[in-house]
């Protein structure tokens, strides 16, 4: 079993998506390792799901800092909505 992360990223100035991607780990370890080296000391706040049941298990993290505009140089506030999901491999055939 493995985890993968999907990272969506909001230009907190134009409230837009500006791109999403994910990546994949061996292990929590490897998780928290990665965040740790990506985001540093961003603040981040715990990131919940509202459930039909009534239920709202946290989901994963967003992650805010600053960014820069390519085109311009200017700052920007971004978001980085980071969501969790287990990974178990299946056996087509034996």
Known sequence: MGFLL????VDNKQNLITHEHEKGF????AVKEYLKDTFGNSKKTKMY???KDGSNPHIGYV?????HYYETGKRFSESIWVTFFNVEQVILSE
């Open 6 to 9: 999907t990272f969506t990223h």
């Open 26 to 29: 061996p292990s929590m370890d």
């Open 49 to 51: 799901i509202d459930k």
């Open 63 to 67: 992650f805010n800092r600053w960014n």
